[in-house]
């Protein structure tokens, strides 16, 4: 167990490390990093680039269609045999690219390393790589370093960083030297700065007491290394899919076989036919129409912002059934902003969202103008150490981000703090610290002196003996200062962080820059701000109740802060109880389980209880999307189901390990997503409900005619071209269908629910009335032309023509009524029908014009040994292809979820 800091003094820190705040010798800290080893994150032995490759050909659908293959080139149907080749060479290699492309979870995590460091060795201070840090190394922070290691304060002169990567914390974090309670968890050990955090203020000397694997990015890493990626549900079904099919075809083929035997069918003509029965009965299209839709389904979800990373996450996003959402930077903005002022008289709304500098004021709902607060704006920019950076339109902060805020808040008054730096000369900064819980500046404007100061507002009215009040200064009262503590009460209690702000004109004469300089201060007011919520994910969060979607949030933010923005998007009521992680590591296991069934908002969340909860709700049988933006969001993300990182403020870490990146870091992205997922999902059934129902069929046809005696319908040629019409451009075209109006209005699909029981009875009766319909067609057919008399081997052609074509069209009526589980084509409307997606009429007209060449072309004729019909015969065609428009799925899947049901409270 790593050794930890917090909770035993500087003196003991150093004591325990074999150090002092001279450093170590040179000669000594070689030899310490012998012993402990480089200051870096170590990756697990990684999988070859070919082990990826051919793991993508280890499932039971892959071998079937390897076997097909096989048996196309043996009985030289080489263009079938090269499709289906081609087809699992491009499967494999975008899931090689998509496995590949995971595997750099930790390469991203390698980057947060800091390049060099500031240690004191021997006395002196030196630069050198952060990976020849050891622990006992005395480094050196100044702002803008990025922390090299896990460092123990031993001084602190304002330090404050940024470990929302680590914590999801909004706001820099003030830090200390002071010895710490032991049970303070990691987020509240302020003594303690954690590697890959970034000093946003001030300046600390610390000794490192945790190196490489042993940080909490090292945990990280560790964990991110340890969790293993499940199979998507779309993945699971498929492999039950294709289990059952293999199943199944071996059965029914081996049937087949026998039974033409025992009809003493010739042994070589039913070798053949069984032979092309078995290429027939393995969809062969599914992995090329299951690959075309998810790829057309990522580029649409492009197109709305969401970039998917893994293919098969494309759908798994559509039966999501929660989404545990980080607070900062995905709920909000994070980006600090001033939303109240209060003057110590009134007060007053600002609008406007994160670091854009648009933005009212407001008074009373009216807009005003705020030139009355021009000197509380002044003061803000000015006793100030960030400053806006805009990239390209972008706005951002460089250094704290609540300073950030007061330099937004005067922009927005009209206040350039550029211009004021330039008129005011700044003569000394007095550091805020926390025992002090303020800052000032000594500033010089023409021949006047200054001092502004900002801070904790119970400390700033100690400080202060006036206020401003309506341009002018007044006494300061007991009463008047109760209003103001009052006013500050009232604003902490919406979460909002609360600054009190001052100022006094000073001597010219004044030499020495002090402390002593803050006293008999003037109030200006106080400035209320908080990292604001995403104007959309109010709407968004309302979307995914409609859903059926839950919708939790795991941030390592304050309970305060997170409560207010929980309520005010409406993830939560007032009544609703709020956990932290510490209430959580208190309970025992049946508590913990019953929390996460009923409790939406955790705070102060650790890591190891994120995951905990993600894992607890899988176990639970829930389809799990994680959203995040910082390192300590990679092991959940990793192992939720689907993993959802912010593009623009994600780490690299949290982009690597998830599945699909928002580009926009809106959270209303992913409702769109989803609606997506579930269009996807929906066009993946489609076409399964149709190819293994047309498949069904021809085993049918087959197995009906040897019980009857009769000569078989079709020949091995006809099959395969059966199944070229039909397995090809309709399928393909049913994986670009639109999603249904009405698809948010669904709950999730039951994950639980098997795709095959769901669907499996429709594909049953669908392919008996096929077959019954094509037997009783080419028998009539037999009839009318006398094969029963003669033997006519024309009567037999003219029947296996009419037989054939009378399977494909209805197998191409049978397509428009596998759009749509509730709705028959008859409901859907002829203009739904067939110009909702052009496509699949397109693929109609294309399949039908084939099919007629099939049979009125005298090559088609010679090739494929049929003979033209005339027009009653085409009639009689038409007239039993006609039942494919009659099977209508809601009547077939309501039986079966009752069944389903009945089963499932057995």
Aim: glycine share 6%; with cysteine.
């Amino acid at each position: 167990m790593v050794k930890t800091f917090h909770d035993i003094s500087v003196s003991e820190s150093l004591k325990e490390l074999n150090t002092s705040k001279k450093g170590l010798s040179n000669q000594e800290a070689k030899k310490r990093f012998e012993r402990q080893g480089p200051n870096e994150l170590v990756s697990e032995k990684k999988v070859t680039p070919l082990q990826i490759f051919f793991s993508q050909f280890k499932n039971i659908m892959v071998f079937m269609l390897l076997f097909a293959t096989i048996v196309s080139f043996m009985i030289g149907e080489l263009l079938d045999a090269t499709v289906i080749l081609v087809i699992l060479v491009i499967n494999a290699v975008l899931g090689f690219i998509q496995e590949y492309r995971a595997e750099k979870a930790m390469e991203a995590l390698l980057s947060l390393a800091a390049p060099h460091a500031v240690v004191i060795r021997e006395g002196k201070e030196r630069e050198v790589f952060s990976r020849e840090l050891v622990k006992g190394d005395i480094v050196v922070l100044n702002v803008g370093d990025r922390v090299p290691a896990n460092i123990r304060l031993i001084e602190s002169v304002g330090l404050k960083v940024d470990q929302a990567h680590l914590t999801g914390e909004s706001i820099s974090v003030e830090k200390v030297t002071e010895k710490l309670e032991k049970e303070v968890g990691v987020a509240d050990r302020k003594n303690i700065v954690y590697m890959g955090s970034i000093v946003t203020y001030g300046k600390g000397v610390g000794v490192v007491c945790a190196t490489g694997m042993e940080t909490e990015i090292g945990q990280i890493a560790k964990e991110v290394q340890s969790t293993e990626r499940e199979e998507t549900p779309l993945q699971k079904e498929i492999a039950v899919l294709a289990k059952y099919l293999a199943i199944i075809v071996v059965i029914l083929v081996t049937f087949v076989f026998l039974l033409g035997i025992i009809f003493n069918h010739e042994v070589s003509e039913m070798f053949l036919t069984s032979v092309s029965l078995a290429v027939a009965a393995v969809p062969e299209g599914l992995p090329a129409v299951i690959t075309v839709t998810l790829a057309i389904g990522m580029q649409r979800m492009a197109k709305k912002n969401a970039v998917v990373r893994k293919l098969s996450a494309v759908q798994t996003l559509g039966n999501v059934t929660v989404i545990c959402s980080d607070k900062t930077g995905t709920l909000t903005k994070n980006e600090m902003t001033v939303t109240k002022i209060f003057d110590g008289d009134k007060e007053y709304e600002v609008t406007g969202s994160g670091y854009e500098v648009k933005g009212e004021f407001l008074i009373n709902g009216e807009k005003f103008n705020p030139s009355n607060l021009n000197l509380l704006f002044e003061v803000g920019a000015l006793c100030n150490n960030a400053y806006i950076n805009n990239d390209n339109g972008c706005c951002s902060v460089v250094g704290d981000p609540t300073e950030g805020s007061l330099l937004v808040l005067a922009s927005k008054a009209g206040i350039n703090y550029l211009d004021l730096k330039d008129d005011y000369k700044q003569l000394a900064e007095i550091s805020f610290n926390s025992k002090r819980k303020r800052m000032s500046v000594v500033l010089k404007k023409k021949e006047e002196n200054f001092v502004y100061t900002k801070g904790a507002p119970d400390m700033m009215l100690n400080l202060c003996t006036h206020y401003l009040n309506k341009g002018k200064i007044v006494k300061l009262t007991s009463s008047q200062r109760k209003k103001i503590l009052e006013k500050n009460d009232e604003l902490a209690s919406q979460a909002l962080r609360v600054l009190g702000l001052a100022y006094k004109p000073i001597d010219n004469n004044v030499s020495k820059f002090d402390e002593s300089l803050e006293k008999d201060l003037v109030f200006l007011g106080l400035v209320g701000m908080i990292d604001p919520p995403r104007l959309e994910v109010k709407d968004a969060i309302n979307l995914c109740k409609k859903a059926g979607i839950r919708v939790m949030m795991l941030t390592g933010d304050y309970i305060a802060t997170a409560r207010a923005v929980g309520l005010s998007i409406g993830l939560i009521d007032e009544n609703d109880l709020s956990i932290t992680s510490q209430e959580l590591d208190k309970m025992s296991e049946e508590e913990f389980k019953k929390i996460v069934k009923t409790v939406n908002l955790f705070a102060r969340i650790s890591p190891e209880n994120k995951l905990r909860i993600v894992n607890e709700l899988k176990n639970k049988g829930e389809i799990v999307a994680v959203t995040g933006d910082g390192v300590n969001d990679a092991p959940a993300l990793k192992s939720a189901h689907i993993g959802v990182a912010m593009g623009v403020t994600g780490t690299d870490v949290s982009k690597e390990a998830s599945e699909m990146v928002l580009t926009d870091d809106n959270f209303s992205t992913i409702v769109k997503a989803v609606k997506e997922g579930r269009g996807i999902f929906d066009n993946i059934k489609k076409f399964i409900k149709f190819l293994l129902a047309s498949n069904v069929d021809t085993i049918n046809i087959i197995s009906l005619s040897l019980i009857l005696g009769l000569p078989l319908p079709y020949i091995p040629i006809h099959i395969l071209w059966m199944n070229l019409i039909t397995d090809g451009l309709p399928a393909l075209a049913l994986s670009v269908d639109p999603p249904a109006k009405e698809i948010m209005n669904k709950k999730p699909r039951n994950p639980k629910r098997s795709l095959i029981r769901e669907i499996g009875l429709f594909i049953i009766i669908a392919g008996l009335v096929q077959a019954v319909s094509s037997i009783t067609l080419f028998m009539i057919s037999l009839n009318y032309e006398g094969y029963f008399i003669d033997g006519s081997e024309l009567a037999l052609a003219k029947a296996r023509t009419m037989a054939i074509s009378g399977a494909i069209i209805f197998e191409l009526f049978f397509v428009f009524n596998c759009r749509d589980d509730d709705k028959g084509i008859w409901r859907i409307g002829f203009k739904d029908t067939f110009f909702s997606n052009k496509w699949l009429t397109a693929a109609f007209i294309g399949s039908m014009f084939l099919q007629f060449m099939f049979i009125y072309n005298p090559l088609f004729n010679l090739l494929f040994k049929t003979v033209p019909l005339n027009l009653a015969e085409i009639g009689l065609v038409f007239l039993f292809a006609s039942g494919g428009l009659l099977i209508i799925p809601k009547w077939f899947h309501k039986d079966l979820n009752i069944g389903l049901k009945k089963a499932s409270a057995q």
